[in-house]
């Protein structure tokens, strides 16, 4: 019953910057963090950053100093603000939420394309 709607996704310049943003809806209880992951073609899914119910942080080695994760005061939007792009940037970005209080629920987003060209 819970959804998650990325947007923001897109084709960018390198250098250029990007802000992603992540709708959810539905009966969620008991949030524990929401995140953004990566894909690139023929590679692992991988955490870019991720922000808990408290507002702690957490980033990816690859995108530290250039995303930043944020939510709004309802905490059901997510948002990912990518500068300083980069070709291997390149990727579907997905994302997830962990819910359930002490049930362990996981909704994942159907993913939005960034593509960064040299």
């Known amino acids: 019953q819970v959804q998650l709607v990325e947007s923001g996704g897109g084709s960018v310049h390198a250098g250029g910057s990007l802000r992603l943003s992540c709708a959810a809806s539905?009966?969620?209880?008991?949030?524990?963090?929401m995140g953004w992951y990566r894909q690139a073609a023929g590679s692992q899914r991988d955490l870019v950053a991720a922000?808990?119910?408290?507002?702690?942080?957490s980033y990816g080695y690859s995108v530290k100093g250039r995303a930043t994760i944020s939510r709004n005061d309802a905490k059901n939007t997510v948002y990912l603000q990518m500068n300083s792009l980069k070709p291997e940037d390149t990727a579907v970005y997905y994302c997830?939420?962990?819910?359930?209080?002490?049930?362990?629920?996981?909704?994942w987003g159907q993913g939005t394309q960034v593509t960064v060209s040299s």
């Open positions: 539905g009966s969620i209880f008991g949030l524990k963090y």
């Open positions: 922000i808990t119910s408290d507002g702690r942080t």
């Open positions: 997830r939420v962990n819910w359930g209080g002490s049930i362990d629920y996981n909704t």
